[in-house]
């Protein structure tokens, strides 16, 4: 079956118009058949009493006087047979292959044997270029035409000839010869004529079909359009519910639904920011209670904490909000974004080098400059410093950043990405970090509809690499 829907609406309907017009077409030829059998039934009876009455006829008369009835019947001409008595049979090249003419030469046969009651008749079928008459076995067309044209060639040249020979008496062989009134071919009942009326049938329907099916499955294809959308842009314009009852309906459900998404994630933002300034207030109160501790080992102790948890707090807020959904998408400049960032790691101590042609991808800038700070500050922080190489093929962009440190096992490359997930099992903030890092490159990746991947470079370290395929997320190449 096609993969879309209009290919299988239309699939449907050569599959539906074939099978109406090959079923009615099969109808109309069992119809036309046996229409035919009855008639060329009544015409082989009709020819077999009217050859049975000419051989009756010739039987009786004496042997001197029939050829000169022969002859006589030759000169007033329009008679419907051709008949002449000779001395041995004359061979006929029979073409008398088919199931009509096979019915029609039994018929002749059985009324013969009814009528005279004559069983080693030949019936024969010949063709007017090869028939032969008389003695001496001339073409019936080489006859003068007071001969032939006017008995047996009055009819189509094409039209075959029925040819009785049976013996006499008196060692003898009566030939008889006719013309058939009707076509009696065996011809295939879906002719040429029909295949050229199927077909401008077929290209009709199918072209209406096509035009009306294309129009029912627009709203169907912008409505998949926007599902595949949704992750990247929220705010986008709702469908339109116009359409079929079933479209508009399933354009509703979606705006309800994209509607219901964004003022979900917009209260979840509000919640997790009441909180997160909730608990500010509080914080702040045990940091001046802790200062008071008369006991600096504990004083140093339930400060770290208190740190600790103002980290795991703001922490929670940013892995919530991970793209702004009000950020506007832009054109941004790659190569140029990452040297920023470079330059910014390097005053903080860090080593970034940035490899690879310039891209420019269409983001939220801000969205993706964290993740791609994420990522950095991660690498140089486990692996002392990162190599950044860009990669800008015909139908992706990918940013490799590849430190050198100790990498991940392969068995956690899944769950490094869950929040707050550290591999280092330290608290501390200088050595552990609050694992949300990785967690929310890879939520603002996926809402830009990229893939980010972890893997161990051969040498040493850990290689993480973003995906962007160019079908999904404009990217084009600087030169």
């Not at 008995?151 to 189509?156: D, E, F, Y």
């Not at 974004?337 to 903080?348: G, T």
């Not at 990522?375 to 940013?399: P, Y």
Request: with cysteine.
């Amino acid at each position: 079956m096609p993969g879309s829907l209009r290919g299988r609406f239309v699939l449907i309907m050569i599959i539906g118009v074939l099978s109406a017009q090959l079923a009615s077409y099969a109808l109309w030829s069992a119809q036309a058949r046996s229409a035919q059998s009855e008639q060329l039934d009544e015409m082989a009876s009709n020819l077999a009493y009217s050859i049975s009455s000419t051989v009756r006829f010739f039987r009786s008369l004496p042997y001197e006087y029939r050829h000169i009835v022969l002859e006589q019947l030759r000169d007033m001409g329009g008679t419907r047979f051709f008949v002449s008595v000779n001395e041995h049979r004359i061979p006929v090249i029979d073409i008398g292959r088919g199931q009509r003419k096979a019915l029609l030469a039994d018929r002749v046969r059985s009324v013969l044997r009814q009528e005279l009651g004559i069983d080693n008749a030949l019936v024969e079928f010949s063709s007017p270029d090869t028939l032969r008459v008389f003695n001496n076995e001339v073409l019936i067309q080489d006859l003068p035409p007071r001969w032939g044209q006017h008995t047996l060639l009055t009819g189509p040249a094409s039209s075959p000839i029925l040819v009785i020979q049976m013996s006499l008496e008196d060692d003898a062989w009566l030939y008889v010869a006719t013309t058939l009134p009707m076509a009696i071919d065996e011809r295939s009942w879906l002719s040429a004529d029909r295949l050229f009326v199927l077909f401008v049938v077929l290209v009709t329907v199918l072209g209406l079909s096509f035009w009306v099916i294309r129009g029912v499955t627009r709203p169907l294809a912008r409505l998949a359009r926007a599902a595949r959308q949704l992750g990247d842009d929220l705010e986008a314009v709702p469908l339109s519910e116009r359409g079929p009852r079933e479209v508009a309906a399933s354009a509703r459900a979606f705006n309800r639904m994209q509607e219901r998404i964004r003022s979900q994630i917009k209260e979840r933002e509000r919640l997790f920011s009441a909180i997160s300034h909730d608990l500010k207030t509080p914080i702040t109160r045990l940091r001046l209670r802790a200062e008071m501790l008369d006991d600096a080992e504990q004083r140093e102790r339930f400060c770290a904490s208190l740190d600790e948890l103002d980290t795991l707090v703001k922490g929670a807020l940013a892995s919530v909000r991970g793209l702004d959904l009000d950020e506007s998408w832009e054109i941004i400049d790659v190569r140029e974004l990452l040297v920023s960032l470079a330059q910014e790691l390097e005053v903080q101590g860090g080593k970034v080098s940035v490899a690879g042609e310039a891209a420019t991808l269409r983001v939220k800038p801000l969205s993706f400059k964290r993740c791609l700070a994420n990522l950095l500050e991660n690498a140089i922080f486990h692996g002392e410093w990162a190599a950044v190489t860009i990669r800008h093929g015909a139908e992706s962009l990918d940013i490799v950043i590849r430190d050198h440190g100790p990498g991940i096992p392969d068995d956690q490359f899944e769950r490094v990405f869950a929040p707050f997930v550290r591999l280092e099992p330290s608290r501390s903030r200088n050595t552990g970090g609050s694992g949300l890092g990785l967690s929310i490159a890879r939520h603002i990746a996926h809402a830009h509809g990229a893939a980010l991947n972890l893997a161990n470079h051969p040498s040493g370290g850990l290689v993480v690499t973003l995906h962007f395929p160019c079908r999904t997320m404009p990217c084009t190449s600087l030169r």
